[in-house]
């Protein structure tokens, strides 16, 4: 489900891209403006005109969310123009270039649109596919109803297609950059435990492959003693509500070291070695947590945890040592529980 702050992200880079697009819309159908006045092509300067002043009023859309018909409207406006333009001023001065970057915009469309229809895309890639080889074929059999210079169709051949590429490349790198957040994203929510807000064990694996410095490194096991009891006394709220506090309380405590949820009531936590020093941030943790009082709904709940930690040995993995540490934990677990095992 898309959270408040997605659906913000969502709308804020369509409304970005959209008001920059309208923006750029605007500016190169006034400078078209200029030019067709300057070289008196008044039927395309009187169409020009009226497109202005279309983009103009499409701020309005923008302004109130309607992207839809927003990217809608403009699409069949950038067919007819484009054929109107290609018909009066010829195919050789590239209007058809527009084309391809409506292309790229259905899809762009498609993807920011709440229903994601791509069969919608597809049909504007073929309507332009259409009416560029209609253009073509046309053009090939009559002549443009104006006859402009030579160095002019030069001119709008490579304006349009050096915009072009340049249209195309910059919705690339917005979707790009979107896409990119969106995976970062995902990442870091599947490597957060969604209780506790702090690290997972798939964090914690990747910690291990990238972590280089393992061999001055202890890793610590504990969970919480007779948790079940606790869920079978108080509730399952109440054991949540546990899990959460004892999480920040080992963040808080041991602010240095990298510190999971590995599952249950069991974390995980890595830490260095210190010529022996770790065992008294341990010890530190586990006084802690039994001195705090722990209040739910008005319940007062006294808890302590059990730790086992076992060092880094050459060319463990992950598995064997979490296994060496859940040993020691165990063994403090037989022997009085409320302990530290090294």
Same mark, same amino acid.
């Given at each position: 489900m898309a959270t408040p702050y997605d659906q913000k992200h969502h709308y804020s880079t369509i409304d970005k891209t959209c008001h920059t697009a309208n923006t750029i819309y605007l500016v190169i159908h006034i400078l078209y403006l200029v030019l067709?006045?300057?070289?008196?092509?008044?039927?395309?300067?009187?169409?020009t005109g009226g497109v202005i002043l279309f983009y103009m009023g499409c701020y309005v859309l923008i302004r109130y969310k309607k992207y839809y018909l927003y990217a809608l409207l403009c699409g069949n406006e950038y067919l007819v123009f484009v054929s109107v333009a290609t018909m009066?001023?010829?195919?050789a001065t590239g209007f058809y270039f527009y084309l391809i970057g409506l292309c790229v915009v259905s899809f762009f469309t498609s993807y920011f649109s709440k229903y994601k229809n791509i069969k919608?895309?597809? #049909?504007? +890639?073929?309507?332009?596919?259409?009416? !560029?080889?209609?253009? @073509?074929?046309?053009?090939?059999?009559?002549?443009?109803?104006y006859a402009?210079?030579?160095?002019?169709?030069?001119?709008?051949?490579?304006?349009?297609?050096?915009a072009v590429f340049a249209f195309v490349a910059t919705y690339m790198v917005v979707f790009l950059k979107y896409a990119l957040s969106l995976e970062n994203k995902i990442i870091n929510e599947s490597r957060t435990d969604e209780l506790t807000e702090i690290s997972n064990r798939y964090a914690l694996y990747d910690y291990?492959?990238?972590?280089?410095?393992?061999?001055?490194?202890?890793?610590a096991l504990f969970d919480i003693d007779d948790f079940k009891n606790i869920n079978d006394v108080y509730g399952h709220a109440a054991g949540d509500h546990?899990?959460?506090?004892?999480?920040? #309380?080992? +963040?808080?405590?041991?602010?240095?070291? !990298?510190?999971?949820? @590995?599952?249950?009531?069991?974390?995980v936590i890595v830490l260095d070695e210190e010529d022996g020093r770790f065992y008294d941030k341990l010890e530190t943790l586990r006084k802690y947590v039994e001195g705090t009082t722990?209040?739910?709904?008005?319940?007062?709940?006294?808890?302590?945890?059990?730790?086992?930690?076992?060092?880094?040995n050459r060319d463990i993995t992950l598995e064997k040592w979490i296994e060496l540490a859940d040993k020691k934990m165990y063994s403090g677990k037989q022997t009085g529980k409320n302990k530290t095992v090294i």
């Open positions: 067709f006045i300057v070289t008196k092509c008044y039927i395309m300067a009187y169409i009066m001023l010829g195919f919608g895309s597809i #049909i504007w +890639v073929l309507l332009s596919l259409t009416i !560029f080889l209609v253009l @073509y074929f046309v053009s090939m059999n009559n002549a443009p109803y402009i210079e030579k160095w002019l169709e030069t001119t709008l051949f490579t304006i349009h297609a050096v291990f492959d990238q972590e280089e410095e393992k061999y001055n490194k202890v890793l546990i899990l959460k506090r004892v999480a920040k #309380i080992a +963040v808080k405590a041991l602010n240095d070291a !990298f510190v999971c949820r @590995y599952g249950g009531e069991e974390f722990f209040v739910f709904e008005d319940v007062k709940i006294q808890i302590t945890i059990t730790i086992g930690a076992a060092k880094y």
